[in-house]
């Protein structure tokens, strides 16, 4: 798989038991985070933000599909947490409940430059024409599309349908 130069970088993770998920060690590397690092952990809509800094919440989480479940713009002050040894997270416990993550289930991190965003990946659908897991919806029953080839996708059935006109 391979994506445009534009998107952000993101990588899959799985929420395990302890509410332990790894932040990869490229994205610890470039924001030279180590074992010990104390970080923020800050609520983003459906996401949650990883920075050393404070974050501010007022940017528009993305508005994609099935990773932009909204809380009705409740905030909730930071949470202080620390990277452990490999890359080790463990979620903070007054963020459980809130962001209804289940152990087991896969995370989608991405690295947005200043702050880290990790969500949870629902049931981590990729869009079955790019294989992209970002802004993929399902379209209709069992077809999962991200934004992108939903237009794709419209002009194919269209041209079907023509198709099926011809042949009537
Ligand atoms: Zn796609």
């Not at 994205?27 to 990883?50: E, Y």
């Not at 940017?59 to 947490?81: H, I, K, M, W, Y």
Request: contains cysteine; proline residues 4%; aromatic residues 6%.
């Amino acid at each position: 798989m391979s994506l445009p130069a534009t998107t952000p970088r993101q990588y899959l993770t799985t929420l395990t038991n302890g509410w332990r998920f790894t932040l990869p060690t490229s994205v610890r590397k470039a924001h030279g985070w180590d074992a010990g690092t104390k970080l923020l952990a800050t609520l983003r809509g459906a996401s949650l933000l990883f920075s050393t800094e404070r974050q501010s919440t007022d940017r528009q989480a993305s508005t994609d599909g099935n990773l932009a479940r909204d809380f009705d713009g409740e905030t909730l002050e930071p949470v202080e947490c620390y990277l452990g040894s490999g890359g080790k997270i463990v979620l903070p416990v007054p963020l459980r409940k809130r962001l209804g993550w289940i152990v087991g289930k896969r995370l989608v991190i991405v690295d947005e430059g200043d702050a880290v965003a990790v969500t949870l990946c629902c049931d981590a659908k990729r869009c079955e024409s790019c294989g992209s897991i970002s802004g993929v919806r399902e379209i209709i029953q069992n077809v999962f599309l991200c934004s992108q080839c939903w237009g794709n996708y419209l002009r194919e059935m269209h041209a079907k349908l023509r198709l099926g006109r011809a042949r009537a």
